[in-house]
DNA sequence: AATCCATCCAACCGCGGCAGG
DNA sequence: GCCTGCCGCGGTTGGATGGAT
C-alpha cells in the first residue's frame, strides 16, 4: 500500500490557491537557473511555499516556454475527437500529438465543450474511462478536415469488450510520440 | 441591482509505474 | 523480493465568471 506522499502540502497549503506573479517568477527563475527536475526539493530551494507537485504542474501547465494558450482551432478539435476515440482518455498521449497543448487543457476542453457537444449530436457518452474505448476498425480512414465528417465517423463506433483499436483506421496519425517530430499540420496561432 | 445557476478551467488529489537502495 | 521515493497521469474539486431571471 501507499504511504502518504512526502510531498503532501501542509494543511495551510492544501487548500486551492492560486499562483501569484511574484511565485511565476521565482518558479520561472529557479528553472531556468537549474533546470527540471529534483521537484520535491525545488520549493524549498526556490523559496516557494508549494509543494514539489504542484510546482511541477505549474510549471508544465502554464509556465513553459512553449505553451501554446488561446482556443483550440478546428482542426485541433477534430484531431482531439480522432485520437480520443483511438485512445481513450490518455490526454497526455492526445496532448503529445497537439503541439504546445498540455494534458491539462485537452482535458478541460474535452469535458467542457468536445464532450457536450457529441452528446448533443446524439453520440454514446464519449466520456468513458479507458476501460472501453471506442472500437474504430469500422471506420473509414479518409483524411478529412471536417470535424462534421468525423463526428460522423463516430456515429458508428461501439465500445468494445477488448481495448483494441486499428491503426488502419488512421493512416494519417503518426502515433510514434517519441522519437518523430510532430506531423500535424494545424494552424499556426 | 441582486440573486441564482451553469460553465470554465486552474489546481489539487490519489494512484500506478518505475528506479534505486 | 521488498521498501522507499519520485514522476507522471487521469479524475475531481472549487473559485471565478458570465448569463439568465
Not at 482556443?71 to 482531439?80: R, T
Not at 479518409?142 to 456515429?155: A, C, F, L, M, Y
Request: hydrophobic share 25%; charged share 30%.
Amino acid at each position: 500500500m501507499r504511504r502518504p506522499s512526502s510531498q503532501k502540502p501542509s494543511s495551510s497549503d492544501s487548500q486551492k490557491r492560486s499562483w501569484s506573479k511574484e511565485e511565476d517568477q521565482k518558479l520561472i527563475d529557479y528553472i531556468q537557473k537549474h533546470g527540471e527536475g529534483c521537484w520535491p526539493s525545488l520549493p524549498q530551494a526556490a523559496g516557494l511555499r508549494r509543494c514539489g507537485k504542484s510546482c511541477r504542474l505549474r510549471w508544465l501547465n502554464y509556465l513553459k516556454p512553449d505553451i501554446k494558450r488561446g482556443d483550440f482551432g478546428e482542426d485541433e478539435e477534430d484531431l482531439i475527437i480522432r485520437l480520443h476515440a483511438l485512445l481513450g482518455n490518455r490526454w497526455s498521449l492526445i496532448a503529445g500529438r497537439l503541439p504546445g497543448r498540455t494534458d491539462n487543457e485537452v482535458k478541460n476542453y474535452w469535458n467542457s465543450h468536445i464532450r457536450k457537444k457529441l452528446i448533443q449530436m446524439g453520440h454514446r457518452d464519449p466520456n468513458n474511462p479507458r476501460h472501453h474505448r471506442f472500437n474504430v476498425g469500422s471506420v473509414k480512414s479518409e483524411p478529412s478536415n471536417s470535424v462534421n465528417n468525423n463526428i460522423e465517423d463516430h456515429k458508428v463506433l461501439e465500445p468494445t469488450s477488448k481495448p483494441e483499436f486499428n491503426l488502419n483506421a488512421f493512416p494519417d496519425l503518426n502515433l510514434d510520440l517519441t522519437l518523430t517530430a510532430y506531423c500535424y499540420s494545424g494552424d499556426d496561432r
